[in-house]
């Protein structure tokens, strides 16, 4: 760590990795919903849980974004943040925020949620992963632009770099595009559309940019590999991220109401999204391969190859197997969905704030790397969460693509509710790699608690 | 012959690559928003609708069902539920629930008024019109 | 991509009588995803014919082939001239670089009214992308190669420019070369995309 | 730079040649082998001459004529297709 105000980021990693926390154990409750459809209800209806598990998601990975930027931008920059002050008060508005929404959903029903926070004065909540009520939303646009002002200013004073930079123009698109949440026209093919302009130009556009400066930060450290090499792979990777990913949105256009010809656009460049996932692992294992030294912190080597392999996997291949058209056509709204969605996250943005967080939080602590017993128990859990969630993944795909065969294609086709009883099997699997995921969780989270002597740098 | 690759190339396609392709994608936003019309039915949007889209909304129906395939995966898709019930049988499933059936999911109840009721149906039946290039495959949704 | 990465590492000297890539590695992997997209909806457009094959054929009837042929000259014409552009500033001559880029922007400028007049006539007649799936293909691919002349266009002002101030010299053009790149990929794709949806039925 | 002057009339008079083609009104295998041959033959031009791929290290000329030829020769399966 070479400037002091870089510390301000591990408030905000723990905080990550406490909502992180939170947000396994309300999957486990869905989860087991699935199977066992009346469990806690009435106090946690399956539609609660689902807002809790999605909420905690999007707000730790924020948490996670932020505590990157405040740590990588002051040492890209080559001087202090601007206000650490600034950067820590905001930390605590959005905790209570956070904190305070999830309470919310917990214990108020949502309708009167929603008439307690001017829900009616202008009507956002109630749409997929934007349940958020208004002030929440507005408190995340404040956070925001606090965070922002801080970084810019930073950045303006300081070196430019292309991690800095790249990292800078995410997270300004991520603020950006969250101002699509706050326009809901009542026609809801318009909804819809527009709807995407947050989801799918977060995922599938600037939240890969802030990936990519994530992991080219922790690449340059850990391998020492000329910066100049790095940053130019950067930003080929990331230009070929956007340039199928904007127009790749219309694989979600296809079935809403929107002209046909979104058929032909978003299968035409969603089926070239797996490119740059395909770059950035090859871009990442290339860079570890010609490495110039050995980084005694070998948890984070493992984190950011991990990120390569899962980001491709879970987004670029997961994502290909049901964007085509006539294929979307019979997976679209079903169990196949889920399944990308679990690896796409995980792989891509869990994966990547992890990176970071297993980089700099020794350095944060005083010491180049954790002991080599906290490391080795770190990577247990990497293993342990990672192979459980392809198994989560190939258990919902399992399940959903028995569910399209009982419900849409067979020649008797079954309802809704008799084909999930079908498929029940896959669930209670699922559900048993859930636990295994948990328990990778809990031991990584045992892994910052463990002493021993610290590694020193070891050259070969 | 110069062969190169540049950190200022790179960033200049990954710029201008950014701005041509957000570009084509407000072209085709502008088309799209031209041709919706003749594909959202919008004729049918009423004010009973946009009530009925308002309590689909803040009773958070999204969290477990699908509308046009987006939303949870945990209850059925409600997009074409207005051809695939009618109606009388949706108003009586809302006012019916939960079942309490045990190991069943459960719905919960939530104390909609009959008016509330008819907004809610009319927002099904017009979701149902929306021309959404014939999905779901079948009636089940 | 290992044997890229190597190039960007440590350039190599040329091997034997071979030479390098002219342009920036950054613009041909560009170059590389645009004839994706372009090679995809090529084939789309092929394919999607097969089953549809006489309301295609029966829409290109309304095309303007004279005005597709014309444009092709204007294209072929306008690589030709960055051609000579690049062979100028070969030899240090900054100025006549700069005069043959601006002859391509000129075809490049003809080629766009041309194709606004022929939108035009489509627009009028009530046609859109929506009309049926041959006019999807030929507004919407058109559009899209469009959008590229226009950006080929920005990107060639701004290598003419900085040739024009003498920014380039007869051993460091490869900026002159990476826009000549990019242009004649514009031209190449409408090479193939004149006949495929103008000519053959 | 004569040469890329003979290559560029080769282009325009290809070009010639495919829109006359067009005009006399054949149709089927009679318009669809020599149109396709002569968009190989410009695209070889462009992609080996202009964009000066011809000799270059490295397997980028492949790249990109194998994309002409791919694209090009599927256009002609998918055509030839519905003609039977």
Known sequence: MKYKSQAVAKPYFIAAIALFLGQILFGLIMGLQYVVGDFLFPAIPFNVARMVHTNLLIVWLLFGFMGAAYYLIPEESERELHSTKLALVMFWIFLAAGVATILGYLLVPYATLAEMTGNNLLATMGREFLEQPLPTKVGIVVVALAMLYNLSITVLRGRKTAINLVMLVGLWGLAIFFLFSFYNPSNLVKDKYFWWWTVHLWVEGVWELIMGAMLAFVLIKVTGVDREVIEKWLYVIIAMALITGIIGTGHHYYWIGAPEYWQWWGSVFSALEPIPFFMMTVFAFNMVNRRRREHPNKAAVLWALGTGVMAFLGAGVWGFLHTLAPINFYTHGTQITAAHGHMAFYGAYVMVVITMISYTMPLMRGREANSPFAQVIEMWSFWLMTISMVFITLFLTAAGILQIWLQRIAEEPISFMAAQDQVALFYWMREAAGVIFLIGLLLYIASFFIKGKAATAVAT | MSSAFTKSAARNIFYGGAVFFFLLFLGLTFDTMNTLPQRDNRANLTESVVRGKHIWETRNCIGCHTLMGEGAYFAPELANVYKRRGPEFIKAWIQGQPTGAPGRRQMPNFHLNEQQLDDMVNFLKYTSEINTSNWPPNIEG | MDIVLNVSISLPAPHGNRRNLPGDLAMWFFILAELLVFGIFFLAYAFARTRNVELFNASQLELNKLSGAINTVLLISGSYFVVRAVDRIRHGQSRLCAHWLIAAMACGGAFLILKLVEFGTKIEAGISMSTNLFFMFYLGLGFFHFMHVVLGMVILGAVALKAWRGGYHANDYAGVETGAAYWHMVDLVWIVLFPLIYILN | ?84
Do not use: C, Y
């Not at chain 4, 040469?3 to 295998?29: D, H, R, Y």
């Not at chain 4, 490295?58 to 039977?84: E, P």
């Open chain 4, 1 to 84: 730079m004569t040469a890329a002057t003979f290559q560029w009339l080769t282009l325009v008079a290809l070009t010639a040649l495919t829109f006359g083609l067009a005009e006399t009104g054949v149709s089927g295998s009679a318009v669809l082998i020599p149109v396709l041959l002569a968009t190989l033959v410009k695209g070889r031009i462009v992609i080996d001459r202009f964009m000066a791929l011809q000799g270059v290290s490295g397997a980028w000329r492949w790249v990109v004529l194998g994309w002409l030829l791919l694209v090009l020769g599927l256009i002609a399966v998918a055509f030839q297709h519905t003609q039977n």
